[in-house]
């Protein structure tokens, strides 16, 4: 019934901009910390940003400076605002919810990033 559902991904060119949103619906008591990770062909599963439900954000070495996370509690969702493109960018982003209380992460669908010209 808990679901995550994501949208905004696409084809940009480098140095474009992009923003990725997540919302999650359902038998959801209380969200805590939300996030992004994000998977290239080939490569591991990778930690992109998180903000906690007070607006503490922490990124990533590679994308600090050039990404954004925000959230907006009253309707349980989060942004991800992404300038500066580039194409080791390019990747499913999937964004997380870390319920208060509760062990089980939940996971989005995932949307595609492709940077390139």
């Known amino acids: 019934q808990v679901q995550l559902v994501e949208s905004g991904g696409g084809l940009v060119q480098p140095g474009g901009s992009l923003r990725l949103s997540c919302t999650a619906s359902?038998?959801?008591?209380?969200?805590?910390?939300m996030g992004w990770y994000r998977q290239a062909p080939e490569k591991q599963r990778e930690w992109v940003a998180a903000?906690?439900?007070?607006?503490?954000?922490n990124y990533a070495v590679s994308v600090k400076g050039r990404f954004t996370i925000s959230r907006d509690n009253a309707k349980n969702t989060v942004y991800l605002q992404m300038n500066s493109l580039r194409p080791e960018d390019t990747a499913v982003y999937y964004c997380?919810?870390?319920?208060?209380?509760?062990?089980?992460?939940?996971w989005g669908q995932g949307t595609q990033v492709t940077v390139s010209s």
């Open positions: 903000i906690t439900r007070g607006g503490s954000t």
């Open positions: 359902g038998s959801i008591f209380s969200i805590n910390t």
């Open positions: 997380i919810v870390d319920q208060t209380g509760l062990p089980n992460r939940l």
